[in-house]
C-alpha cells in the first residue's frame, strides 16, 4: 500500500511513532483549508475554514483514531471501547474494523445523528446504546476499561491529542504561519486541546512565526466551560457536542489562558443560522456541532469585538451527511413529488421566480 498516507507518516516526527509502531492509514487528514470568500468581503476579515468533513469517516476523529488503535496494536491490545456522540464512534469503528481489532461503543439512546450510527453498524462495532447522556457513557466506559483488558479511546487517551494535533500543524503549512484567531467547537474539549498543543510544538520548532488566539464556542445549552460548571442536563440541537462535563476541560482552560482566547456559548439558533448560511454562500456543508465555530465568529463580530483584517480559521468538525435529519428538518421539508412531464416541471420553476 502507499505507506507515505496518512497523519502518521506525515508528521512522524512529531508523533509518539517508533519501528513497532503499524503503518496503519484510511488517508486521514489532509484536509483542505478553504477561503471562505463572501464571508470575508462580508465581515472584513479573512476568514478559512479547515474542512474536516472530508476525512475518511467523515470528522476529525479519524486523526487521532488512527495514532490510537495503531499505538493499542502496539501495546498487544485486541479490543477498543469509547462513549460517543457519534463521530468517535464511527471512527473507532473504522479503524478497528481496518486494523482487525473488535470495538465497542456505548451511545446516548435518542440523541446520535442517523448517518453516525449507521457508519458505527457498517464498520461491525458492537453498538450499545444507554438511556443516559454522553457524559454517563463515558463514565461507564472509564470504569470497564480501567478493570478489563480493553483500551479506551476517548480523547482521554493521550495519543487520540497527538492525532488531532495534526490538524494545526496543516493549517499553519497552509498559511505559512499559524492564523490571528482559531475558532473551534468545544464539547468534550479534546480537539482544541489538541490544537493549542500542535500550535505550541510548531511554533517551538521554528514552522510558525506565531500562535494563534484560541476561542472555543460552546452550544448555549451545554456550555460548562463559559459557566465554569457542569451542566447537568446539556440540551443541545448540536448533538455532537451534547455535553456537561467536558473530560478535558483542564486543556481547555488552560488553552485559553495561555493564548489570550476565550470561551463564549451560542444558541441553537444561531448554529442552524450559521450552518445554513455555510452551505448556501460558500458551498460547504457541515454537521450543526461544526457550525458553532462560525456562529461564534459571527456573534463575535456583530458586537464589535474582532479586530479587521484578522485571520480566522474556523474548523468545521464534521460532515453534514451524518445529520441528514436536521438539513430536512431546519432548511427544507423534503420536496413533494409532481407528475413526470416537462410542464410540471416548468410550472415549479416558474412559480419560484425566473
Ligand atoms: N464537532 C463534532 C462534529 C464532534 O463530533 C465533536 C465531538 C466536537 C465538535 C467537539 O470536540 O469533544 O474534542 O471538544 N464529538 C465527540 C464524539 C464527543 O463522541 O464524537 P471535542
Request: net charge negative; glycine share 10%; aromatic share 6%.
Given at each position: 500500500?502507499?505507506?507515505?498516507?496518512?497523519?502518521?507518516?506525515?508528521?512522524?516526527?512529531?508523533?509518539?511513532?517508533?519501528?513497532?509502531?503499524?503503518?496503519?492509514?484510511?488517508?486521514?487528514?489532509?484536509?483542505?483549508?478553504?477561503?471562505?470568500?463572501?464571508?470575508?468581503?462580508?465581515?472584513?476579515?479573512?476568514?478559512?475554514?479547515?474542512?474536516?468533513?472530508?476525512?475518511?469517516?467523515?470528522s476529525f476523529k479519524d486523526r487521532g483514531m488512527v495514532m490510537a488503535v495503531a499505538k493499542a496494536i502496539e501495546e498487544g491490545s485486541n479490543?477498543?471501547?469509547?462513549?460517543?456522540?457519534?463521530?468517535?464512534?464511527?471512527?473507532?469503528?473504522?479503524?478497528?474494523?481496518?486494523?482487525?481489532?473488535?470495538?465497542?461503543?456505548?451511545?446516548?439512546?435518542?440523541?446520535?445523528?442517523?448517518?453516525?450510527?449507521?457508519?458505527?453498524?457498517?464498520?461491525?462495532?458492537?453498538?450499545?446504546?444507554?438511556?443516559?447522556?454522553?457524559?454517563?457513557?463515558?463514565?461507564?466506559?472509564?470504569?470497564?476499561?480501567?478493570?478489563?483488558?480493553?483500551?479506551?479511546?476517548?480523547?482521554?487517551?493521550?495519543y487520540r491529542i497527538e492525532g488531532q494535533k495534526t490538524a494545526a500543524f496543516e493549517i499553519c503549512d497552509a498559511l505559512g504561519s499559524a492564523?490571528?484567531?482559531?475558532?473551534?467547537?468545544?464539547?468534550?474539549?479534546?480537539?482544541?486541546?489538541?490544537?493549542?498543543?500542535?500550535?505550541?510544538?510548531?511554533?517551538?520548532?521554528?514552522?510558525?512565526?506565531?500562535?494563534?488566539?484560541?476561542?472555543?464556542?460552546?452550544?448555549?445549552?451545554?456550555?460548562?466551560?463559559?459557566?465554569?460548571?457542569?451542566?447537568?442536563?446539556?440540551?443541545?440541537?448540536?448533538?455532537?457536542?451534547?455535553?456537561?462535563?467536558?473530560?478535558?476541560?483542564?486543556?481547555?482552560?488552560?488553552?485559553?489562558?495561555?493564548?489570550?482566547?476565550?470561551?463564549?456559548?451560542?444558541?441553537?439558533?444561531?448554529?442552524?443560522?450559521?450552518?445554513?448560511?455555510?452551505?448556501?454562500?460558500?458551498?460547504?456543508?457541515?454537521?450543526?456541532?461544526?457550525?458553532?465555530?462560525?456562529?461564534?465568529?459571527?456573534?463575535?463580530?456583530?458586537?464589535?469585538?474582532?479586530?479587521?483584517?484578522?485571520?480566522?480559521?474556523?474548523?468545521?468538525?464534521?460532515?453534514?451527511l451524518k445529520d441528514p435529519n436536521i438539513a430536512l428538518k431546519t432548511v427544507a421539508a423534503e420536496p413533494k413529488a409532481v407528475p413526470a412531464?416537462?410542464?410540471?416541471?416548468?410550472?415549479?420553476?416558474?412559480?419560484?421566480?425566473?
Open positions: 500500500g502507499n505507506r507515505q498516507a496518512g497523519i502518521i507518516e506525515r508528521y512522524r516526527e512529531f508523533l509518539p511513532v517508533n519501528e513497532r509502531t503499524p503503518h496503519l492509514s484510511l488517508h486521514e487528514g489532509n484536509t483542505p483549508l478553504i477561503y471562505a470568500d463572501r464571508l470575508s468581503k462580508e465581515l472584513g476579515l479573512n476568514l478559512y475554514v479547515k474542512y474536516e468533513g472530508l476525512n475518511p469517516t467523515g479490543t477498543i471501547m469509547c462513549a460517543s456522540t457519534g463521530n468517535t464512534s464511527a471512527a473507532a469503528a473504522a479503524y478497528a474494523a481496518r486494523a482487525g481489532l473488535r470495538c465497542i461503543v456505548l451511545i446516548p439512546s435518542g440523541n446520535i445523528a442517523l448517518g453516525k450510527l449507521a457508519q458505527a453498524i457498517a464498520y461491525g462495532a458492537e453498538v450499545i446504546a444507554i438511556d443516559g447522556n454522553f457524559d454517563e457513557a463515558l463514565r461507564i466506559v472509564r470504569e470497564i476499561t480501567a478493570t478489563h483488558p480493553i483500551t479506551l479511546v476517548n480523547s482521554v487517551n493521550p492564523p490571528d484567531i482559531l475558532a473551534i467547537p468545544v464539547g468534550n474539549a479534546g480537539n482544541i486541546t489538541a490544537y493549542w498543543k500542535g500550535f505550541k510544538e510548531y511554533h517551538q520548532a521554528g514552522k510558525s512565526g506565531k500562535l494563534p488566539h484560541m476561542y472555543g464556542f460552546q452550544a448555549a445549552g451545554a456550555a460548562p466551560l463559559v459557566k465554569g460548571e457542569t451542566v447537568e442536563h446539556p440540551e443541545t440541537v448540536a448533538t455532537a457536542i451534547r455535553i456537561g462535563n467536558p473530560a478535558s476541560k483542564e486543556g481547555a482552560i488552560a488553552a485559553v489562558r495561555e493564548s489570550d482566547g476565550l470561551f463564549e456559548a451560542v444558541t441553537d439558533e444561531e448554529i442552524l443560522e450559521a450552518y445554513r448560511l455555510l452551505a448556501r454562500s460558500e458551498g460547504v456543508f457541515c454537521e450543526p456541532a461544526s457550525a458553532a465555530s462560525l456562529a461564534g465568529v459571527l456573534k463575535l463580530h456583530k458586537a464589535g469585538n474582532l479586530a479587521a483584517g484578522s485571520t480566522v480559521v474556523c474548523v468545521l468538525t464534521g460532515n453534514g412531464t416537462q410542464e410540471a416541471v416548468m410550472q415549479i420553476i416558474e412559480s419560484a421566480g425566473m
